[in-house]
């Protein structure tokens, strides 16, 4: 945020009075100044940035536009955040990651290669196509909760309060570590939130924070060294704070956000190019799969969809994720194959959700999903409920057992009709779950991921208050 200047406030106030003086001996003015001088006496002291905001609102007939819309910020001290990430390297969990935290966390930006492959599957002219690492979510939502429109410095008029707390890497860092350790910094938060005036306005009901992890890395049951996570979102302070993890587990203060993906557009306009081009695109495969094998998981079932996958006999396309040529951490590669394939098979991972989801959805590939949790039980801020207009579900179970043969079941319903409808309804996500350079207001301004959270977060906290009537 611009930072208060006293020299221009000073001279603001200079020019104002003056030009009072000049006008005050009219009728009409000394009436209108006895009517308005509260408001008169407000301006003469408000900052350069206060000013013009108050200008703006008079050209919009006097409508306060952001009313209900207010976020305060804490200023945390830097040992929430920043120092996180500065250290990073000093980590053996969060090393290879630090590479991606340039850009305010979009990662390095993605140029154009020496046989022209890239510009051929990215819209890589307009520089919004980035290496984002799919735990990056609380450095990006950060930097644009810095340019929200609605951010206030003045904490009673806000109607939800952001805790720009790193609680994603200060988890990573101290994975094996001792209890004691990894609980040490959300401690030391949640005294530092009681201690702040805002926080005796709702004690916490009003208050939010983002992360880039799941949220059962924060819900440690027990406290023997052997268990997970931290316990962050077991202190009496969060129980009353809402997380926004990229996936829940169903509490009533955790709500599933989507996970970055490689495309971080500016403008209205750039989104409905991207939009047509994957419309166009002639797509080569009924089906494929981008990930690797997980044979140390008895209950994953991505060993039969690769098996039925290679069986295809060229209806789907493989791209192995467990192997040295790293083309799964490549996004043209990742992107391409997508882009290729009428359905993207998503089948849990580690656990029920995946970043791949997201990115066969920006390259308009129809999901199957296979775990009601991956997406219909994580993003109902995002996703349609009716799940048949963009997606298609296969049972775990009949996979595991052997009753569904994946390539038939896709074939049987690939009328064109239906096709166009499922992939319009794809096309029609896609600019809910991206996240878009930060600043752009006016019509360009698109509602992705990051307005649609914080608009429900508003509204969540409005019903609290509705309730306390």
């Given at each position: 945020?611009?930072?208060?200047?006293?020299?221009?406030?000073?001279?603001?106030?200079?020019?104002?009075?003056?030009?009072?003086?000049?006008?005050?001996?009219?009728?009409?003015?000394?009436?209108?100044?006895?009517?308005?001088?509260?408001?008169?006496?407000?301006?003469?002291?408000?900052?350069?940035?206060?000013?013009?905001?108050?200008?703006?609102?008079?050209?919009?007939?006097?409508?306060?536009?952001?009313?209900?819309?207010?976020?305060?910020?804490?200023?945390?001290?830097?040992?929430?955040?920043?120092?996180?990430?500065?250290?990073?390297?000093a980590?053996?969990?969060?090393?290879?990651?630090?590479?991606?935290?340039?850009n305010?966390?979009?990662?390095?930006?993605?140029?154009?290669?020496?046989?022209?492959h890239?510009?051929?599957?990215?819209?890589?002219?307009?520089?919004?196509?980035y290496?984002?690492?799919?735990?990056?979510?609380?450095?990006?939502?950060?930097?644009?909760?810095?340019?929200?429109?609605?951010?206030?410095?003045?904490?009673?008029?806000?109607?939800?309060?952001?805790?720009?707390f790193?609680?994603?890497?200060?988890?990573?860092?101290?994975?094996?570590?001792?209890?004691?350790?990894?609980?040490?910094?959300?401690?030391?938060?949640?005294?530092?939130?009681?201690?702040?005036?805002?926080?005796?306005?709702?004690?916490?009901?009003?208050?939010f924070?983002?992360?880039?992890?799941?949220?059962?890395?924060?819900?440690?049951?027990?406290?023997?060294?052997?268990?997970?996570?931290?316990?962050?979102?077991?202190?009496?302070?969060?129980?009353?704070i809402?997380?926004?993890?990229?996936?829940?587990?169903?509490?009533?203060?955790?709500?599933?956000?989507?996970?970055?993906?490689?495309?971080?557009?500016?403008?209205?306009?750039?989104?409905?190019?991207?939009?047509?081009?994957v419309?166009?695109?002639?797509?080569?495969?009924?089906?494929?799969?981008?990930?690797?094998?997980r044979?140390?998981?008895?209950?994953?079932?991505?060993?039969?969809?690769?098996?039925?996958?290679?069986?295809?006999?060229?209806?789907?396309?493989?791209?192995?994720?467990?192997?040295?040529?790293?083309?799964?951490?490549?996004?043209?590669?990742?992107?391409?194959?997508?882009?290729?394939?009428?359905?993207?098979?998503?089948?849990?991972?580690?656990?029920?959700?995946?970043?791949?989801?997201?990115?066969?959805?920006?390259?308009?590939?129809?999901p199957?999903?296979?775990?009601?949790?991956?997406?219909?039980?994580?993003?109902k801020?995002?996703?349609?409920?009716?799940?048949?207009?963009?997606?298609v579900?296969?049972?775990?179970e009949?996979?595991?057992n052997?009753?569904?043969?994946?390539?038939?079941?896709?074939?049987?319903?690939?009328?064109?009709?239906?096709?166009?409808k499922?992939?319009?309804?794809v096309?029609?996500?896609?600019?809910?779950?991206?996240?878009?350079?930060?600043?752009?207001?006016?019509?360009?301004?698109?509602?992705?991921?990051?307005?649609?959270?914080?608009?429900?977060?508003?509204?969540?906290?409005?019903?609290?208050?509705?309730?306390?009537?």
């Open positions: 945020m611009e930072k208060f200047n006293p020299k221009k406030k000073k001279l603001v106030s200079k020019r104002a009075l003056k030009l009072l003086i000049e006008i005050l001996p009219t009728p009409l003015f000394s009436m209108l100044f006895l009517i308005h001088i509260n408001q008169i006496a407000n301006y003469l002291f408000l900052s350069d940035k206060e000013t013009l905001n108050i200008t703006v609102r008079a050209m919009q007939g006097g409508i306060d536009t952001c009313a209900g819309r207010y976020v305060y910020m804490h200023d945390l001290p830097s040992r929430f955040n920043n120092d996180l990430i500065k250290s990073c390297e980590y053996i969990e969060l090393r290879n990651k630090c590479k991606y935290l340039v305010s966390g979009f990662g390095p930006r993605i140029l154009e290669d020496k046989h022209n890239t510009t051929q599957v990215l819209t890589i002219k307009t520089g919004s196509w290496y984002t690492n799919q735990f990056m979510l609380e450095v990006i939502f950060r930097e644009k909760m810095r340019h929200y429109e609605c951010l206030t410095n003045d904490s009673s008029l806000s109607s939800a309060v952001f805790v720009p790193y609680a994603g890497f200060d988890v990573r860092r101290f994975w094996g570590y001792n209890v004691k350790l990894r609980d040490e910094l959300g401690e030391d938060l949640a005294q530092w939130l009681r201690e702040r005036p805002e926080w005796k306005k709702m004690y916490g009901r009003d208050h924070f983002v992360t880039g992890r799941v949220g059962r890395d924060f819900r440690r049951v027990t406290d023997q060294d052997s268990d997970w996570g931290n316990k962050l979102m077991r202190l009496p302070e969060f129980k009353n809402t997380m926004l993890s990229i996936e829940t587990n169903s509490w009533s203060n955790e709500f599933a956000v989507p996970y970055p993906t490689y495309f971080h557009p500016k403008s209205r306009t750039e989104v409905k190019r991207w939009q047509m081009q419309r166009m695109m002639q797509r080569r495969y009924l089906f494929s799969f981008v990930g690797a094998n044979p140390e998981m008895k209950e994953s079932i991505r060993g039969e969809i690769i098996r039925q996958c290679l069986a295809s006999q060229g209806s789907c396309k493989f791209l192995d994720c467990d192997t040295s040529t790293k083309d799964c951490s490549d996004p043209v590669k990742v992107m391409e194959v997508f882009q290729d394939s009428v359905f993207c098979l998503q089948p849990p991972g580690d656990t029920p959700t995946r970043r791949s989801t997201f990115d066969s959805i920006l390259a308009g590939c129809i199957v999903l296979f775990s009601p949790d991956s997406v219909y039980n994580q993003y801020w995002y996703f349609p409920k009716d799940h048949t207009k963009y997606s579900y296969i049972s775990e009949d996979v595991k052997g009753k569904v043969s994946i390539e038939k079941l896709l074939a049987s319903i690939i009328s064109e009709e239906r096709i166009l499922m992939r319009n309804g096309e029609k996500i896609i600019p809910k779950i991206i996240y878009t350079k930060p600043g752009e207001v006016g019509p360009e301004k698109i509602e992705d991921a990051f307005e649609i959270a914080v608009a429900r977060v508003l509204e969540r906290v409005s019903l609290f208050k509705m309730t306390r009537i």
